[in-house]
Structure formats: C-alpha cells, structure tokens
C-alpha cells in the first residue's frame, strides 16, 4: 500500500483521496482553502456528492487533511495533481495552480511519482516533466491519470469505471499507478502521456457532440412535426451510437464541459486548427438557452413586468454545484427582458452572486409559481415530477410551462389547461 498526497480537496480530489483511502491507501490531503480543511477535519463534507461522506468516515485513520504542502509531502511516495485548472482569459485552461504544485515538490525526498489528474491541454505532462527534471527531479516518474467521473456518480464512476487511463513513458511508473487501482472494478488502459490527456478532452468532447447532435434534431422535430423523445430512444437502440447523453433539453453545462470545450477549442486553435465540429458543438449549446427565452416571448409577448418562476438552478439534478449551470443564462436573460425571477431548488446554495441576487428564492415549486406568468423547468429534478400540476395551475396568474428538461408528459399537461412547450416534441 502506498503513501499519497492529493493536491486539491474540490469535487476531483477529494474522490480520489476518499476511494484511494477505501483501497487501502495512506492518503494526506492538501488544500489551500482554510475553511475546506477546517470542515473536513471537523468531519464535515463541504460538497455534496453521494456515498463521499461514508467513504471518509470509514477511512479517518487513513485520510488526513492540511493547509500545509510539506506535512502532505512528508513520506509520501506519490503525489496526485487535482487542482482546478480555470478558463484564463483567453480561454485557455489556466495551469497556474499545476505549477505551483509542481514547484513545491522539490524537498520531497520519498517521491517516486508525479500524477496529473486535473484536466490539461495536451502537452502538459512534457513540460511537467521538463520541470521536475530541472528540480533535480528526473528520478522521479510521471503519470496523466485523467478523470471520468460525472458529479452525482463520482464515487461510482472511480470504483467501477468503463476504463482507468494511465499515460507514461517508464513502464515502472506506470505499473506503480497501475498498481493503486487494485480493486478498483473497470479495465485498465495504458498509453503515452499526450494519448492519455487527449483521451479526457475527446471523451467529454464527444460527450457534448451527442447532445448538442440531438438539441439539433430536437429543433429538427419541432419544425417537422416529429417527436425527440420517440426518435432519440430509438437512435440510442442502435448499439454503435448508445442510448446515453442524448437527453435533449437547455442544453449541458457544469464546471467540466464548457470549460473543457472552450480548451480544447483554444489547443486547436494554437495549432492553428479551425475545430469546426467542436464550434458548431458549442454554438448550438448557446443558442438552446436563448431559444427558451424565445419561446416564452412567443407565448406571452414582452416579458417586461412577468413573474417567472424557474424551478432548478444546479445544471443537473444530484448536486448542488451552479458552475456554468444553464439556468444561470436563463436567470440573467429573463431580468435583462424586465421579468421578476422567482426560483426554487432543492440543494443550490443560498448566498449566490449575480444574477441570482436578483431573484427571489421559494422553498417548494408551488411557492415559486404562485402568481407566476409562467414556469421554467430548468434542472430534470425528480421532485418537479412529483408536482402537484393541477395545483399549480389554480396558482399561477397565466398557466404556461416550458418544460426545458422534457420532464412531462404533454398531453396531461395540456388537458389540465396549461400552454405547455418543450423542446423537440410536437
Ligand atoms: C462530465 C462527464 O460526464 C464526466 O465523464 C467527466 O469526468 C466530467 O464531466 C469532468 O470532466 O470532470 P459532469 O460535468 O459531472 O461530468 O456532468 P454530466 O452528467 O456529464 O452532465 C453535463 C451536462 O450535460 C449537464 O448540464 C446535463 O444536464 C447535460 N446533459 C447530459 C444533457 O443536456 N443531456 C444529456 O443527455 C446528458
């Protein structure tokens, strides 16, 4: 069993130190946010994410927290890199955090191998190496370990993955990294270290293709009558293509695919590639949220002085994280056109800056609706099923619904008398 230390105690590095501790791992976990490490080593778990607070409570003995870079580095034979790496302004992923990892791992005399597990431009694990070389480093191996994990399934995704990608150029480091995984339920595939970091930003990239292709044919079916939800069920059949992530909708958000889309679109560009597909990919996620807003014009002419209630904030159901959540977009857009936005969400946090400071919060959907002009179903919350709609109905001033996450069934909807829209159906 091994002695690790994980840099970044965010959604990424805390699963990863959790899951290696549930292995059998020492694991010592830094961070730079006081606050975070106070709560963990209180006991507390300062993210939602299913099955992580069990998993940390089995492994106290194994699972330490610091604020402080040479406690982690004491021993430890392994250090794995799960920073956020931010759009800078440019949009390229900003590393900075990376490097200063890296340049505090000098001293570490135990050290046999340096894992990336953050999400980099293709070409960072090269100048890693470089840099730990010129630290008197070169004895020290070097892994890109890339992550696979969906919020909500995190836990899940890092126990039993469809795959676990290792690039690395000596056979030992990647046997080392192998070796981790023991018991971890999923194959393990091992490549170079450009193959491997180009693995996470294709995978999410073809992700995020799927959906947007479908948004596309969901536009498609509305112009001709055709119905999404019938045809992306049947496409999915088809065993090449698979039935996942062509949930049409307001399209995908989050703190992995707009981010990651905009890297990989920036790394093309620097090569001086023009990525059409991946453009075209991210334009139609865009225009998906603005064509909410269009057809709520459509049915109740200018939004100036409405009462809209938007029901889901996060940018999917399971977590409470608002990064780049689709309904951000919507929340400003609506305030922009004059609406009053009043809002409910069962786990998104109370005290969010612009454009939700503007808004009114209701602690359940029929609180937010009451005397609404109209509803935005915005995240697939199972609770927004569960709604009484009849109810509804009787407290909304004018009873229109745009059903932005295709959660209802629309016949039903139209008998109790709402003016009811979708996306792609009929
Ligand atoms: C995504 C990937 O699924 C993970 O494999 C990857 O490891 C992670 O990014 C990352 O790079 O760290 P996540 O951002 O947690 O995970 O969320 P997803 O479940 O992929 O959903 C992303 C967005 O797509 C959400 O806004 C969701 O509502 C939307 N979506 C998803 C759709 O609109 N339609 C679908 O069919 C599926």
């Known amino acids: 069993m091994a002695n690790i230390a994980v840099f970044g105690a965010g959604y990424i590095g805390l699963v990863t130190a959790a899951c290696l501790a549930d292995l059998g791992h020492t694991v010592a976990v830094r961070d730079i946010q006081q606050d975070r490490v106070d709560r963990l080593r209180a006991g507390e778990v300062p993210i939602h994410e299913p099955g992580l607070g069990e998993l940390i409570a089995r492994n106290t003995e194994r699972l330490t927290f610091t604020l402080n870079a040479d406690d ?84 899940a995704d890092f126990m039993t993955p469809d795959r676990v990608v290792i690039g690395g150029s000596d056979e030992a480091t990647v046997q080392l ?37 479908m948004n596309e044919i969901a536009v498609l079916c509305e112009l001709t009558g055709a119905d999404v939800e019938l045809v992306a069920h049947a496409v999915g059949l088809d065993h090449r293509i698979g039935g996942h992530f062509l949930q049409a909708g307001i399209g995908w958000g989050g703190s992995c695919f707009p981010k ?43 939004l100036e002085g409405t009462q809209i209630a938007l029901l889901g904030m996060t940018f999917k159901p399971g977590t409470d994280d608002m990064r780049e959540s689709p309904s951000t977009v919507l929340a400003a857009r609506l305030l922009a056109e004059g609406a009053k936005v009043r809002c409910w969400d069962p786990l998104a946090a109370q005290d969010l800056a612009e454009p939700w400071a503007s808004t009114t919060r209701h602690d359940s959907p029929l609180e937010a609706v009451t005397g609404a002009d109209a509803v935005i179903l915005a995240t697939a919350w199972p609770e927004l099923r569960e709604v009484s709609w009849e109810q509804a109905h009787g407290l909304m001033r004018r009873p229109v619904v745009f059903d932005g996450r295709n959660l209802l069934d629309p016949p039903a909807m139209r008998t109790l008398g709402f003016t009811y829209m979708s996306v792609g159906r009929a």
């Open 72 to 155: 982690a580095l004491a021993g430890a034979e392994i250090v794995y890199i799960c920073v956020d790496t931010p759009p800078t302004m440019a949009g390229d992923a900003d590393l900075s955090r990376v490097w200063s990892v890296v340049n505090s791992l000098k001293g570490a005399t135990d050290l046999r191998a340096v894992v990336v597990k953050s999400t980099v431009p293709v070409g960072t694990g090269a100048r890693v190496r470089s840099v730990l070389n010129e630290a008197g480093l070169a004895h020290v191996g070097y892994a890109a370990n890339p992550e696979f994990t969906a919020e909500g399934r995190a836990v």
């Open 177 to 213: 990294i192998a070796d981790l995984h023991r018991g971890v339920d999923g194959p393990v595939e091992i490549m170079d270290v450009a193959s491997a970091e180009m693995v996470k930003l294709a995978s999410n990239a073809a992700l995020m293709t799927k959906i947007s292709f």
């Open 260 to 302: 990651d889309s905009e890297a990989l679109k920036q790394l093309a560009s620097n090569t001086g590639h023009h990525p059409q597909l991946l453009n075209a990919v991210i334009e139609v996620n865009n225009l998906q949220k603005r064509r909410a807003i269009q057809k709520l014009k459509q049915a109740l002419g200018s």
